[in-house]
């Protein structure tokens, strides 16, 4: 089992910048997907980021805004997040895939931490 705990989230304005963390216990992970999906409210999971070992997939809505990145371990995930927008709002999860592939698709990640919020005001 693998056990996810996210941390950073917070209140910012449009246009700051905010950083999450997630650390995975349990077992290494640094051979598996670690990713980052958000859920808006009344919407339904999206995938923002995702990365194993040199492979890194990101949604569109967030290229060239959001960087994941990982600890030499492979056991924590980082998800850097700058120029946020009022749409970035949701809650934030870190989740573990434990496939050899970076999948966009949420449904694909096995295990899932409890969130964190990220709320960005206009």
């Known amino acids: 089992q693998v056990q996810l705990v996210e941390s950073g989230g917070g209140l910012v304005q449009a246009g700051d910048s905010l950083r999450l963390s997630c650390a995975a216990s349990?077992?290494?992970?640094?051979?598996?997907?670690m990713g980052w999906v958000r859920q808006a409210p009344g919407k339904e999971r999206e995938f923002v980021a995702g990365?194993?070992?040199?492979?890194?997939r990101y949604a569109d809505s967030v290229k060239g805004r959001f960087t994941i990145s990982r600890d030499n371990a492979g056991n924590m995930a980082y998800l850097q997040m700058v120029s946020l927008k009022p749409e970035d709002t949701a809650v934030y999860y870190c989740?573990?895939?434990?496939?050899?592939?970076?999948?966009?698709?949420?449904?694909?990640?096995?295990?899932w931490g409890q969130g964190t919020q990220v709320t960005v005001s206009s």
């Open positions: 989740a573990v895939d434990a496939s050899v592939a970076v999948s966009t698709d949420y449904r694909r990640y096995d295990y």
């Open positions: 990365n194993r070992l040199s492979a890194t």
């Open positions: 349990g077992r290494t992970v640094v051979n598996y997907v």
